[in-house]
């Protein structure tokens, strides 16, 4: 989740999150 916060998070990372 803090990864998407960051917002260069990529896609498959926002599906694990």
């Known amino acids: 989740a803090e990864l ?3 917002g260069k998070t990529p896609r ?3 599906t694990r999150a």
């Open 4 to 6: 998407l916060r960051s």
């Open 12 to 14: 498959h990372f926002i």
